[in-house]
């Protein structure tokens, strides 16, 4: 098996032994934060994109990042390449550092920068195929103004107790809803519905990550002449709709065929899914940063 190499703070570490104190407040509270990247054919997805929202949660949560949005695309590109992969999965995470038993973050003078790069696991081609069962569950998304959630924060356990009653249920993701009763996201992924061939999102004031994925995919379906509205919809607006999908880097664009029992459209994946799935996929080798020369993707190939 080949070495794993995980940049930490300017060194790299075999994966083995990368390790962060226990003292660290990223893992005594969830203080920090974090980006999932993907690499696709030695393209860095949206790199640039990710690393807005990261300086951006950063800006929210008064943490100083120790270096600049040009060196930490560098360490990224970098990682990748001492890891020697052309398709993979990276997680970028900023915690606050070691600190005392005290939440007091100005307590924590060493932010710790951390890049793993792996193999993705995606999801199974049959759920592509197919399509997924999601439920609405109890736990309501984050209120904005307890804890936004447009800043991807290691405080994740909002969207924990919504996996946990998703798989208590039995399916692989579930809707979330604000306080309010609006549709938010998912677990981890935003949601789109498709009715009458306009696409709806929610706004991310709703209470949703301002996705990435879900960016791409208002731009590629308004490229290809659709309507996309971010307004806000309620749970029958869903059970109504033509089409859902979600959106996420890991899950790219996946059809959702039933929700709470409701059958969406033909319990099929819809038409428009599948070509923005397909247009999608085209997108993600080419918009990004380029890893490797194209004399050693050549190589290579
Ligand atoms: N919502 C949440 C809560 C997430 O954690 C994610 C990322 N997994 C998304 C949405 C999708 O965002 P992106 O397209 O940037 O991966």
Same mark, same amino acid.
Request: include cysteine; glycine fraction near 8%; charge should be negative.
């Given at each position: 098996?080949?070495?794993?190499?995980?940049?930490?703070?300017?060194?790299?570490?075999?994966?083995? =032994?990368?390790?962060?104190?226990?003292?660290?407040?990223?893992?005594?509270?969830?203080?920090?934060?974090?980006?999932?990247?993907?690499?696709?054919?030695?393209?860095?997805? #949206?790199?640039?994109?990710?690393?807005?929202?990261l300086y951006e949660s950063a800006q929210s949560i008064l943490l100083k990042?120790?270096?600049?949005?040009?060196?930490?695309?560098?360490?990224?590109?970098?990682?990748?390449?001492?890891?020697?992969?052309?398709?993979?999965?990276?997680?970028?995470?900023?915690?606050?550092?070691?600190?005392?038993?005290?939440?007091?973050?100005?307590?924590?003078s060493n932010p710790q920068v951390i890049i793993i790069v792996d193999q993705v696991k995606m999801w199974p081609k049959e759920m592509y195929e197919n399509g997924l069962k999601i439920v609405t569950v109890p736990t309501r998304r984050n209120v904005?103004?307890?804890? /936004?959630?447009?800043? #991807?924060?290691?405080?994740?356990? /909002?969207?924990?107790?919504?996996?946990?009653?998703?798989?208590?249920?039995?399916?692989?993701e579930a809707l979330t809803l604000n306080t309010d009763g609006y549709v938010a996201e998912g677990s981890g992924d935003n949601i789109f519905i498709v009715k009458r061939g306009v696409l709806y999102t929610p706004p991310s004031y709703v209470g949703a990550l301002e996705g990435i994925t879900r960016q791409v995919i208002i731009e590629l379906a308004r490229e290809l002449g659709y309507t996309v509205k971010e307004e806000p919809f309620t749970r029958h607006d869903?059970?109504?709709?033509? =089409?859902?999908?979600?959106?996420?880097?890991?899950?790219?664009?996946?059809?959702?065929?039933?929700?709470?029992?409701?059958?969406?459209?033909?319990?099929?994946p819809g038409p428009i899914t599948l070509q923005l799935l397909e247009e999608f996929r085209k997108r993600v080798t080419v918009d990004g940063v380029q890893v490797y020369t194209a004399a050693e993707a050549d190589v290579e190939k």
């Open positions: 098996m080949e070495e794993r190499w995980v940049y930490m703070n300017g060194d790299y570490v075999r994966k083995e =032994e990368a390790v962060v104190s226990i003292f660290d407040h990223g893992f005594l509270y969830g203080d920090g934060i974090f980006e999932g990247i993907r690499v696709y054919e030695g393209n860095v997805f #949206k790199l640039r994109e990710h690393l807005k929202r990042i120790p270096y600049t949005m040009e060196e930490i695309e560098q360490a990224v590109v970098e990682a990748v390449r001492k890891n020697n992969l052309r398709n993979a999965y990276i997680r970028l995470v900023v915690s606050r550092g070691k600190g005392e038993l005290c939440l007091d973050p100005d307590k924590c904005p103004d307890a804890l /936004n959630p447009k800043i #991807k924060s290691l405080n994740y356990l /909002n969207n924990i107790l919504v996996k946990i009653e998703a798989n208590q249920a039995g399916v692989g869903v059970f109504v709709a033509d =089409e859902v999908f979600l959106t996420g880097t890991a899950a790219e664009v996946i059809s959702v065929v039933n929700v709470d029992s409701r059958v969406i459209g033909d319990g099929k």
